[in-house]
């Protein structure tokens, strides 16, 4: 049967989540690509998809996503685009926010031409736009990122980004107590760049300033983030904190179960709730492969880690390195590990990252005349079919 058909189908016998809630009986339809909603019964024409008892969900949207499949998006090539979409899409990831590391400015000009490129003529996971991650970073919290290529904005920097990918960046992670920081944010509000603390020195008084400012985000909360510390004997609360003082502020947590505790998932979920919580892979080059030694970024001698314990690491083990996660895994963890409800697993794997972007009236729902970016999954939460746009691709 071709499920394709004019991007029409409808899926019947599946355990539908919609609107926070699992919902039993009836069909879901969609058409030209687009959700139309449940049905008593499948209209006449339509292909017919038997979820045979799974669930079915909106496509994951994945808004931290370096690589995978052997690629990594700093590869800066319209093959490595593909390849890294094509490999997550078969794991349940029907949108991605292609995510770079700190990097020169030449470097960054061709990962927007390769992004330019693939972005035309992508066959399955969808990109959402860039979400470049550094290079204005904190020295301190760099984590993994190459030292060598983080630096401090400046005006003439920010406009050349500005100028040649406003249209295609769709996020900024950086760290706001560093200088023109707060500037950038300014600069950058008329392109609807969500603004994202990350590897980060700033202490809570700092974050609430950066907030009014437009940071609304927290890049993986409890990686490269601060919590309560001394600084010159006055105690000062951190960016965790901050977090969960401002009712606005949103998060992502690196959902591996390598980076955060089962313990600490169920923590940030009973405090904040799904609706400020988005799930992530941050997925580096060795996701879907089984390397024992791979490289964060850009193939250099430099950025060379190593594949231990199911997550990647520093070769001297200082550190993290990037997650080795597929989204299956992730939901999986959340839900069988950390014992959270499949809804508000979904959500946070879906409608939530799409609103940190601002693509929720695109993506993350199965609301009628949103995209049929849908995933379909066994009762013990394997992938059966993943539809972008209507298009079967799994």
Do not use: W
């Not at 499949?69 to 997550?88: K, P």
């Not at 890049?219 to 001394?230: E, N, W």
């Not at 959500?347 to 993350?364: F, V």
């Amino acid at each position: 049967m071709n499920y394709s058909l004019n991007n029409s189908g409808c899926i019947v016998n599946g355990r539908f989540v919609i609107n926070g809630r699992i919902k039993y009986g009836g069909c879901l339809c969609y058409s030209d690509g687009k959700i139309e909603g449940i049905a008593a019964k499948p209209p006449k024409n339509y292909p017919i998809i038997n979820a045979e008892d799974g669930y079915v969900l909106p496509g994951f949207i994945d808004i931290h996503l370096h690589g995978g499949g052997g690629y990594d998006f700093m590869d800066a090539s319209a093959e490595a685009f593909a390849e890294i979409s094509r490999i997550h899409c078969l794991h349940g990831i029907t949108s991605i926010a292609p995510t770079t590391t700190a990097c020169t400015p030449e470097k960054l000009s061709e990962v927007f031409e390769a992004y330019r490129k693939a972005a035309r003529c992508l066959k399955y996971a969808d990109f959402l736009g860039l979400h470049l991650e550094g290079p204005f970073i904190s020295p301190e919290m760099k984590g993994a990122q190459n030292i060598n290529c983080i630096c401090k904005p400046t005006k003439e920097i920010i406009e050349s980004i500005a100028e040649k990918g406003g249209d295609i960046i769709v996020r900024l992670s950086g760290a706001p107590e560093l200088p023109f920081m707060l500037e950038t944010a300014q600069m950058l509000a008329p392109y609807g760049i969500t603004m994202s603390t990350a590897h980060s020195s700033a202490t809570c008084e700092q974050i609430i300033k950066a907030y009014d400012y437009g940071y609304r985000h927290i890049t993986h909360l409890y990686c490269s983030t601060t919590s309560v510390r001394k600084i010159k004997q006055t105690v000062h609360a951190g960016i965790t904190e901050a977090y969960y003082l401002i009712d606005g502020m949103t998060a992502e947590l690196i959902g591996d179960g390598r980076h955060i505790p089962s313990e600490l998932l169920r923590m940030v979920h009973k405090i904040k709730g799904p609706e400020k919580i988005a799930l992530i892979t941050d997925a580096m080059r060795a996701a879907g492969t089984d390397c024992a030694e791979s490289f964060l970024g850009e193939k250099k001698p430099e950025n060379r880690v190593i594949i231990e314990d199911g997550v990647a690491k520093l070769p001297d083990r200082s550190s993290f390195s990037g997650s080795i996660a597929t989204a299956d895994t992730v939901f999986k963890n959340a839900v069988l590990s950390a014992g959270l409800p499949i809804p508000d697993v979904s959500r946070m794997m879906s409608l939530t990252p799409a609103e940190i972007i601002n693509k929720e009236n695109q993506k993350g729902s199965l609301t009628p005349g949103k995209d049929a970016d849908i995933v379909i999954i066994d009762a013990e939460f394997n992938i059966k079919n993943v539809f972008v746009r209507g298009n079967k691709k799994v």
